[in-house]
T-cell receptor, first 114, second 112 residues
Framework: GAGVSQTPSNKVTEKGKYVELRCDPI?????LYWYRQSLGQGPEFLIY????????DSGLPNDRFFAVRPEGSVSTLKIQRTERGDSAVYLC????????????FGEGSRLTVL | KQEVTQIPAALSVPEGENLVLNCSFT??????LQWFRQDPGKGLTSLLL?????REQTSGRLNASLDKSSGRSTLYIAASQPGDSATYLC???????????FGKGTKLTVNP
């Protein structure tokens, strides 16, 4: 596609439920990143994929968070047993590859946990 | 640990004014610095990417400079327009990693 696509754009769920957020990167981009942004803050790193493998998952806050990229293109961020503190905008970005620098972001998925 | 600070947090200017946004970072061992724009409720749009070997980059009315040794970057916006109103974020890598560390941003309002 022309840009990074994220679905859903908005997700409201109840505490304790399971949530999946999807990211479709720019075609041909091998690097994919997930960030989380709370109101009034800059984005915070969650995880980075180079191809199919998670090259750096040091930003995942705990084991309720997991992300996959099975075919090296689309990625899914999975959140188990959601908590109110998980409410944020989840941003996905892609780049041509590690060390190439410029990141291109999607519009984000706004998650609200009631 | 890399920390990024942006000053001011908010700025309101009349249309046509030239302005400077500031970004400082604590670890100067960076390989690049990126400036982004974020409109309310939207994702981030890349504005300028400066490699560590460069001192500045220009795109239209935007000019970004980088001084690695002092841990500072500035974003200069010439002849500001109401459409420039947005939050401007700078980001640098954590160490030599792919992990970007962002500032909290400067919220710019350009009044007609």
């Amino acid at each position: 596609g022309a840009g990074v696509s994220q679905t859903p754009s908005n997700k409201v769920t109840e505490k304790g439920k399971y949530v999946e957020l999807r990211c479709d990167p720019i075609s041909g981009h091998t690097a994919l990143y997930w960030y989380r942004q709370s109101l009034g803050q800059g984005p915070e790193f969650l995880i980075y994929f180079q191809g199919t493998g998670a090259a750096d998952d040091s930003g995942l806050p705990n084991d309720r968070f997991f992300a996959v990229r099975p075919e090296g293109s689309v990625s899914t961020l999975k959140i188990q047993r959601t908590e109110r503190g998980d409410s944020a905008v989840y941003l996905c970005a892609s780049s041509m590859g590690a060390g190439t620098g410029e990141l291109f972001f999607g519009e984000g998925s706004r998650l609200t946990v009631l | 640990k890399q920390e990024v600070t942006q000053i001011p947090a908010a700025l309101s200017v009349p249309e046509g004014e030239n302005l400077v946004l500031n970004c400082s970072f604590t670890d100067s061992a960076i390989y690049n610095l990126q400036w982004f724009r974020q409109d309310p409720g939207k994702g981030l749009t890349s504005l300028l990417l400066i490699q560590s070997s460069q001192r500045e980059q220009t795109s239209g009315r935007l000019n970004a400079s980088l001084d690695k040794s002092s841990g500072r970057s500035t974003l200069y916006i010439a002849a500001s327009q109401p459409g420039d109103s947005a939050t401007y974020l700078c980001a640098v890598p954590q160490g030599g990693s792919e992990k970007l560390v962002f500032g909290k941003g400067t919220k710019l309002t350009v009044n007609p």
